[in-house]
């Protein structure tokens, strides 16, 4: 079995300056790997190597389509605490598309224990600017994954596969077997992205892939596997409009 993605919903570029290709060579290498969409999901304005506000104000100025790809002018916010309180406000979120939110370390004080953790993902499900939890198996934050992923559930938000996370990450590997395995039991919805920071990376997923077959992850659940449910959903709630001229 072969899954043939469609979509990268977490991808970086130049603008965060870990990040090493432009957003022209992000959407050549989303071309290259044969998607139909993709986001570009710069950090937010938390963690100190963010772009200035204004990279996510001008986005009105970028085409719909790049190098023949369908983009969603996205960010990856910080999730600043344990009660889910992300680094934007609905204001500089109204400028975004597609919104991440995920724990860095950088970004947070408290004690990273499973259970204020939780606590802070469980919260961050009642935002309903957020479209998906980003990287939750990073070690660095233990988590109550079933509590976690049924509040997801409840609330309708996406859980990321992180391709990054599972080859540069620590643990990542064992945590993913597990949380990955309960989204299968409980019906929960993924999306699996590279969190790519250069243009080669862009829409590849070998270690995700594998996890997936091993797990016998259901496709249905799979959202990466159909742009248009992807396109639907932003058209839906943010009237993003998938049109040439745009
Ligand atoms: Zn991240
Ligand atoms: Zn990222």
């Not at 990040?19 to 071309?31: D, K, N, P, R, V």
């Not at 506000?53 to 790049?66: A, C, D, E, G, S």
């Not at 790519?196 to 249905?220: I, Q, W």
Request: charged letters at 20%.
């Amino acid at each position: 079995m072969h899954l043939h993605f469609q979509t990268d919903l977490h991808t970086h570029t130049i603008a965060s300056t870990h990040g090493y290709s432009s957003l022209t060579e992000m959407a050549q290498g989303a071309a290259d790997a044969g998607m139909k969409l993709f986001a570009t999901t710069d950090h937010g304005p938390g963690s100190p190597d963010s772009p200035h506000l204004w990279h996510f104000h001008n986005y009105k100025i970028l085409p719909r389509k790049i190098c023949g790809v369908w983009l969603l002018k996205g960010v990856e916010a910080n999730i600043m605490d344990e009660f889910g309180s992300i680094d934007m406000n609905e204001k500089e979120l109204s400028f975004c598309e597609w919104v991440i939110a995920s724990y860095h370390t950088s970004c947070v004080t408290f004690r990273r224990t499973p259970e204020l953790v939780t606590q802070g993902y469980q919260k961050l499900c009642e935002n309903p600017l957020i479209d998906v939890i980003g990287h939750p198996t990073t070690a660095m934050f233990p988590c109550d994954f079933e509590a976690v992923l049924k509040t997801a559930k409840e609330y309708g938000k996406l859980i990321e596969l992180n391709e990054g996370s599972l080859q540069w990450k620590p643990g990542a590997m064992e945590n993913a077997v597990q949380c990955y395995g309960l989204c299968k039991k409980l019906g929960v919805p993924i999306v699996v992205n590279s969190d790519a920071h250069y243009h080669t990376l862009v829409g590849k997923y070998p270690l995700s892939e594998k996890l997936l077959e091993e797990l016998d992850f259901p496709n249905e659940l799979i959202y990466s596997l159909d742009a248009d449910r992807i396109m639907e959903l932003a058209a839906q709630k943010r009237g993003v409009c998938f049109e040439e001229s745009n």
